[in-house]
């Protein structure tokens, strides 16, 4: 189903996810490939801007579109570590981006969006979710806080 060179952009984004979880972001990261060329990378950065749409796909998204000089990225495709929250998929959806492969599936979330985008999951699912128990574990830890929300 998944061919090498998907391995290679998703090893990519969890290298990313691990630089921002080394930074104390949320362990994301995000690459978009256009005609089999990688033609961004980001990682969450939500603390370090201060802002709450400093999204690893949103900033690859305006990375993507810079580098392309154009704000339409039909054709590409997009690798993340993590479903897309709705915010994301919109942004995914109004620049176009052709295909979606994520890692790990957002536990949160009901319903995958979609919008005739092709959409991949649970490559490398598994090293994903290892970033993020290990990301969230550590961050319990050190605000001691077992993170079982309504018991007692």
């Given at each position: 189903?998944?061919?090498?060179?998907?391995?290679?952009?998703?090893?990519?984004?969890?290298?990313?996810?691990?630089?921002?979880?080394?930074?104390?972001?949320?362990?994301?990261?995000?690459?978009?490939?256009?005609?089999?060329?990688?033609?961004?990378?980001?990682?969450?950065?939500?603390?370090e801007?201060?802002?709450?749409?400093?999204?690893?796909?949103?900033?690859?998204?305006?990375?993507?579109?810079?580098?392309l000089?154009?704000?339409?990225?039909?054709?590409?495709?997009?690798?993340?570590?993590?479903?897309?929250?709705?915010?994301?998929?919109?942004?995914?959806?109004?620049?176009?981006?052709?295909?979606?492969?994520?890692a790990?599936?957002?536990?949160?979330?009901?319903?995958?969006?979609?919008?005739?985008?092709?959409?991949?999951?649970s490559?490398?699912?598994?090293?994903?979710?290892?970033?993020?128990?290990?990301?969230?574990?550590?961050v319990?830890?050190?605000?001691?806080?077992?993170?079982?929300?309504?018991?007692?």
């Open positions: 189903m998944f061919s090498p060179e998907d391995v290679k952009h998703m090893t990519l984004a969890l290298e990313l996810a691990e630089e921002a979880a080394a930074n104390g972001e949320v362990p994301i990261g995000a690459v978009i490939t256009s005609n089999g060329k990688q033609i961004a990378a980001a990682k969450n950065r939500m603390e801007l201060r802002s709450a749409t400093a999204h690893a796909e949103i900033l690859a998204i305006n990375e993507a579109a810079q580098n000089e154009n704000w339409r990225l039909d054709g590409a495709t997009l690798y993340v570590s993590l479903e897309p929250c709705q915010m994301c998929w919109g942004a995914i959806k109004n620049s176009r981006i052709s295909r979606v492969v994520f790990a599936k957002d536990t949160r979330k009901n319903e995958q969006e979609t919008w005739d985008i092709k959409v991949e999951d490559l490398l699912e598994k090293e994903s979710a290892e970033i993020l128990q290990k990301f969230f574990r550590n319990r830890r050190i605000k001691n806080d077992s993170g079982n929300k309504g018991l007692g």
